[in-house]
């Protein structure tokens, strides 16, 4: 019996007014040998008839319902039926290029020494317009290499899951990721413990582990919405940032056994105590409502703690935030260990590749 390469999953509930265009950039797709496995949890906006004329009418399209455990349990729902050995999560309300599939496919098949390929992402406003600030790029994907975000790369472990130290996302949407299924028998599945966040320790469990080669010349959407999973206005609690800190302690349990033990050892020797010190002064210099409030914090924390402490000279001295600095500190760090964290593709042009089944 044969099997599709990939597996577009769709998890879903009550998205119906985007479904009609999230199903057609599938369908659009130049790269033809996928199934289509949709898990939806028991909608009651039209959407679970949308996907049984679906069903109908494609044979490549299998659907199924699925209890309402939240959103991460059915994103794993979906990849429990998943039978490709390439695995994209179609979020309900998002888009992608119509040669995304195939040139994310064609770049794993000529690198099987990565576990993920990643694209460009477009942020999209609720009517499927690309937003003015593509504030995407700000964040440490383009900070970390930015001269390589128009280049393809390979992005070896585990720098993007060190990047996470500093307590952002490298990965800001799935639709940016199609990855091996077998990398889930490493890493596990997506956990849902810190609610709508949650997708960042799983990002950070590729990163530490997986070698992940971008592809720079196509795209995939994030749309900005209302009624989207992710709370804005959560990110910036004091509560999210603790979420943060859990998150980052459970990938690294999960990893490090898969880890080089020199990178182990500096992160217990170092780079751990320093980089949570850090965001803890960060966060909580954030939440002081006044200048002086401020001056008497760093104050209080210059004294009771080192990474502070050089933190503060530094800034004075016109040296980069940490946050700006971090990046290349830890590049050169990996570098040190002979673990370089960047590697160019072959110099030939990336293929299409339409391979027929697995067997």
Known sequence: MTSPLVSVCLPNLNTYPYLRERVDTILAQ???NWELVISDNHSEDGAWEFFQDLARQDPRVSIAQAPREGLYP??????????GEYVYIATSDDGMAPDCLEKMVSALERHPECDAAHCKLVVVD???????????????????????????????????????????????SITELLFRRSLFARIGQFEADWGSVSDFNWYM???????????????????????????????????????????IEAALRVCEPQMDPAVVEGLHARWLDQMRELRTYY??????????????????QMID?????????????????????APDEIRRWLESLELGPVASPDAGEVHSVQRLSVE
């Open 283 to 300: 966060r909580e210099l954030g939440r002081r409502p006044s200048a002086v409030d401020r001056r008497v914090f760093q104050l209080a």
């Open 126 to 172: 609720e009517n499927g317009a690309p937003l003015t600030n593509q504030w995407w790029l700000e964040g440490l994907f383009g900070r970390s290499l930015p001269d390589l975000v128009d280049r393809a790369h390979i992005r070896k472990a585990p720098y993007d899951g060190l990047l996470c130290l500093l307590g952002e996302q490298v990965y800001y």
């Open 305 to 325: 703690g080192a990474s502070v402490r050089s933190e503060v000279v530094g800034r004075l001295m016109g040296k980069p935030k940490w946050t700006d600095a």
């Open 205 to 247: 469990r590729v990163g530490l582990v997986a070698n992940i080669v971008h592809v720079p010349d196509t795209w995939a959407t994030w749309r900005v919405h209302s009624k989207q999973a992710t709370d804005f206005a959560v990110l910036r609690t004091s509560g999210h940032q603790q979420k943060v800190d859990q998150m």
């Open 74 to 83: 059915n994103w794993n729902q979906c990849v429990r039926r998943a039978r």
């Open 30 to 32: 130049t790269y033809e």
